[in-house]
């Protein structure tokens, strides 16, 4: 029987799509022939050809051929950028997805994205100007993907704080890169988002940062001209809220044109913030108005523990603050603004300047050091207090022995700022001096009165005429 021609050519499509499938095959996957072993020396000078990284294989390399072609590479050590010596980066398992095209260039593989899994990463604080050189280099333009990774915080051998179950996806494009970063950060949510222009005038960062629990949601725009960085920042934290421009020079960050307020106070915020070699701070605070009220709320809703450590500040924290408060809220309405200068030096605080505003009376002006020892917590301080409207006084604390000219009290003595208790040194009036036997009894009456239930009589006013009226009644 002959078979038409028809039927013979019928089929060729079908032969050609299956030898051209077969082909497909046998090309994708001769690759696992290959010992990529022996090419590891190619595969790391690769790797530092597109990251600037030195990288060292410690484990196998294989080849995978679903989902994609790629390879697998096992335990790889990533150098730091600031010491060669120092680990960057140990990795459990790298994915390279290889173009279809580069499957057999070995001694020159090109990879089009990498995939990281099980990642340590260490980051430390003294290499922040290496890793701020290395990103603006722009020097990376594989997408890379990241997750079930941990990045680690340090200072020197110290670590500081981690992000853990880390999930990141950065991609690069001719216009932009764009990163985002999502992870566990300090028992909450962390959410990074960043972008970034490229082949523009003035290329602007915007930076997006999320802690969901924490409230946290901070917007940062940052603009490049020269040396010179331009940041635009929005934040909010909780009920706080900071809106203002920014500068980064000469490793400083100076804050120019800007609001804060929370539930305490509002006002502009200007200075500098300088973070290598240390964290130091110089800010200047003018305030609109404070809150009296709610911040000694605040404090009596404190635990004991709390309480005790109230003033108890991380030694990293260095610098000094100018603040001026035009508006003073408070039950009272004894005080009506302040000014001051309060500087922080290795956990201790030295208030170099208080001045209060005291109601159409007169003004305390108060110096002195809040010293933080292993166990206990110190206030050393001197208080002058000059009454100039005494028919003020005497109607505000209801003094039925009116006191008559213009005093001056001044006032040596320390507090127990753990258990509130005051020692007094020395006590002047129109500068003559009480004797021991006065300043026991205004001793007993200051621990007994204002001191009695810790902050909660020590800020009542209340108990404060109470005091003033039994010194002087």
């Known amino acids: 029987?002959?078979?038409?021609?028809?039927?013979?050519?019928?089929?060729?499509?079908?032969?050609?799509?299956?030898?051209?499938?077969?082909?497909?095959?046998?090309?994708?996957?001769?690759?696992?022939?290959?010992?990529?072993?022996?090419?590891?020396?190619?595969?790391?000078?690769?790797?530092?050809?597109?990251?600037?990284?030195?990288?060292?294989?410690?484990?196998?390399?294989?080849?995978?051929?679903?989902?994609?072609?790629?390879?697998?590479?096992?335990?790889?050590?990533v150098n730091d950028l600031?010491?060669?010596?120092?680990?960057?980066?140990?990795?459990?398992?790298?994915?390279f997805k290889i173009p279809f095209s580069n499957l057999y260039n070995v001694k020159h593989i090109n990879f089009s994205d990498i995939d990281i899994?099980?990642?340590?990463?260490?980051?430390?604080?003294?290499?922040?100007?290496?890793?701020?050189k290395y990103f603006n280099k722009d020097i990376i333009n594989k997408i890379i993907q990241i997750k079930n990774s941990t990045v680690t915080?340090?200072?020197?051998?110290?670590?500081?704080?981690?992000?853990?179950?880390?999930?990141?996806?950065?991609?690069?494009?001719?216009?932009?890169?764009?990163?985002?970063?999502?992870?566990?950060?300090?028992?909450?949510?962390?959410?990074?988002?960043?972008?970034?222009?490229?082949?523009?005038?003035?290329?602007?960062?915007?930076i997006n940062l999320k802690l969901k629990n924490l409230g946290l949601n901070l917007k940062i725009t940052l603009s490049n001209y020269e040396k010179d960085s331009k940041i635009n920042l929005n934040a909010n934290y909780l009920k706080n809220s900071f809106l203002g421009s920014l500068k980064y020079k000469?490793?400083?960050?100076?804050?120019?044109?800007?609001?804060?307020?929370?539930?305490?106070?509002?006002?502009d915020v200007s200075g500098e913030i300088k973070f290598l070699p240390f964290f130091v701070f110089n800010l200047n605070l003018d305030l609109n108005a404070m809150d009296f009220?709610?911040?000694?709320?605040?404090?009596?809703?404190?635990?004991?523990?709390?309480?005790?450590?109230?003033?108890?500040?991380?030694?990293?924290?260095?610098?000094?603050?100018?603040?001026?408060?035009?508006?003073?809220?408070?039950?009272?309405?004894?005080?009506?603004?302040?000014?001051?200068?309060?500087?922080?030096?290795?956990?201790?605080?030295?208030?170099?300047?208080?001045?209060?505003?005291?109601?159409?009376?007169?003004?305390?002006?108060?110096?002195?050091?809040?010293y933080?020892?292993?166990?206990?917590?110190?206030?050393y301080f001197n208080n002058t207090i000059n009454i100039d409207n005494l028919n003020k006084f005497n109607s505000k604390f209801n003094i039925r022995k009116k006191i008559q000219g213009q005093k001056s009290?001044?006032?040596d003595a320390e507090v127990n700022l753990n258990v509130p208790n005051i020692k007094i040194d020395k006590i002047e009036v129109d500068e003559e001096a009480f004797n021991d036997e006065n300043n026991k009894f205004v001793e007993m009456n200051v621990n007994s009165i204002l001191f009695d239930k810790s902050y909660e009589t020590l800020f009542n006013f209340a108990n404060l005429k109470l005091f003033v009226q039994t010194i002087l009644d």
């Open 1 to 77: 029987m002959k078979i038409s021609k028809y039927k013979i050519y019928q089929h060729i499509p079908f032969y050609i799509l299956l030898v051209t499938f077969l082909l497909v095959v046998i090309y994708i996957s001769a690759p696992y022939f290959l010992n990529y072993s022996n090419y590891k020396k190619n595969i790391e000078t690769e790797f530092s050809k597109n990251f600037a990284l030195q990288a060292n294989i410690k484990g196998e390399i294989k080849y995978q051929l679903f989902p994609t072609p790629r390879l697998l590479i096992q335990n790889v050590i």
């Open 82 to 95: 600031g010491n060669e010596n120092i680990n960057f980066a140990s990795i459990g398992r790298i994915y």
């Open 117 to 132: 899994t099980n990642a340590d990463i260490k980051i430390y604080y003294q290499n922040f100007n290496s890793y701020i």
């Open 153 to 206: 915080f340090y200072d020197k051998s110290q670590v500081i704080h981690s992000i853990k179950n880390l999930k990141l996806n950065y991609f690069p494009s001719r216009t932009h890169n764009s990163l985002n970063i999502k992870g566990n950060f300090l028992n909450d949510k962390l959410f990074i988002s960043y972008q970034e222009e490229k082949k523009t005038l003035n290329p602007k960062k915007k």
């Open 250 to 267: 000469n490793d400083k960050l100076e804050i120019s044109n800007a609001k804060f307020s929370n539930e305490f106070i509002n006002g």
């Open 293 to 370: 009220r709610k911040i000694i709320k605040k404090i009596n809703l404190l635990d004991e523990k709390d309480q005790e450590n109230l003033f108890r500040l991380n030694k990293k924290i260095n610098g000094i603050t100018n603040i001026n408060i035009d508006k003073i809220y408070s039950k009272s309405n004894l005080l009506n603004s302040a000014e001051s200068i309060i500087s922080f030096k290795n956990g201790n605080i030295y208030i170099e300047k208080l001045i209060f505003n005291i109601n159409n009376i007169g003004a305390a002006d108060i110096s002195g050091s809040i």
């Open 372 to 379: 933080n020892y292993d166990k206990i917590t110190k206030f």
């Open 409 to 411: 009290i001044n006032l």
